[in-house]
């Protein structure tokens, strides 16, 4: 069994898998208390991987499994796609992870990856398995706390997906600004892709992925465990 650790920036989630099938996930806190318990309940892991975008210090997980078993995804590993990228060594894990989903999920077709989370990000891999670049722009919290920290009035707004195209009140207009704002974004830049890409296969995942799935009027594939199943894959790629 493989334990896949990802680790976002507003979240850190675990994912079980036996022989590439994923089992279970769970959210957690990285502290010592809860992963012992986890590893407690889950003698069968064998191997630990860890897609980690926010530096977190995970020496703590040496003294509960075996540190040789423990792996930290960096640029240095063998990807099963090619890169042409001008700065792979700045190339995030959760986009490395993305790319290697698409690429197993969806073996020679052109495949644009929207991750909606902390930050959105858009990920092309061509259907010659190469991941030719991508896009990054700030995500629903981001933006609900740009407002609050670059204005002298405007509060800091919980998120919430409205179908209002205009508020009634500060909130609910804040509220509709940052829901259709990214949600035109993604609807635009859906268009953009599909004007250079033929046959273009389309992924929304993270948060909000279900959702938005059912309103933008694209065929599109809603995969909320896109990332960890690229992660295992690329465990068992390098593995290998």
Same mark, same amino acid.
């Given at each position: 069994m493989n334990l896949i650790i990802d680790a976002g920036n507003s979240a850190?989630?675990?994912a079980f898998f036996e022989e590439g099938k994923l089992i279970t996930t769970q959210l957690i806190d990285p502290v010592f208390d809860q992963f012992k318990g986890v590893l407690d309940n889950n003698p069968k892991v064998e191997s630990i991987l860890i897609c980690d975008v926010r530096g977190i210090n995970w020496s703590f997980l040496d003294s509960i499994f075996d540190a040789k078993r423990i792996f930290i995804l960096d640029s240095s590993w063998k990807f099963p796609f090619r890169v042409d990228y001008q700065s792979p060594e700045t190339l995030g894990t959760d986009r490395i992870g993305l790319m290697a989903a698409a690429s197993k999920m969806y073996p020679k077709?052109?495949?644009?990856? /929207? #991750?909606?989370?902390?930050? /959105?990000?858009? #990920?092309?891999? &061509?259907?010659?398995?190469? !991941?030719? =670049?991508?896009?990054?722009?700030?995500?629903?919290?981001? @933006? !609900?706390?740009?407002?609050?920290?670059?204005?002298?009035?405007?509060?800091?707004?919980?998120? +919430?997906?409205?179908?209002?195209?205009?508020?009634? #009140?500060?909130? &609910?207009?804040?509220?509709?600004?940052?829901?259709?704002?990214?949600? !035109?974004? /993604?609807?635009?830049?859906?268009?953009?892709? @599909?004007?250079? !890409?033929? #046959?273009? &296969?389309?992924?929304?995942? =993270?948060?909000?992925?279900?959702?938005?799935?059912? @309103?933008?009027? +694209?065929? /599109?594939?809603?995969?909320?465990?896109?990332l960890v199943k690229g992660l295992d894959f690329i465990l068992e790629h390098n593995k290998k």
């Open positions: 850190v989630k675990l077709q052109n495949v644009l990856v /929207i #991750d909606v989370g902390s930050c /959105i990000t858009y #990920d092309v891999l &061509t259907h010659e398995n190469v !991941y030719v =670049g991508g896009m990054i722009s700030p995500g629903y919290q981001m @933006r !609900y706390k740009s407002l609050k920290e670059f204005t002298g009035k405007l509060p800091l707004i919980m998120h +919430n997906s409205i179908k209002n195209s205009f508020g009634k #009140d500060t909130q &609910t207009s804040i509220q509709a600004g940052v829901f259709h704002g990214v949600f !035109y974004e /993604i609807q635009g830049q859906i268009v953009h892709f @599909r004007e250079k !890409y033929t #046959d273009l &296969t389309i992924i929304l995942t =993270g948060g909000d992925c279900l959702q938005l799935s059912k @309103r933008l009027k +694209n065929p /599109i594939f809603a995969h909320p465990n896109f």
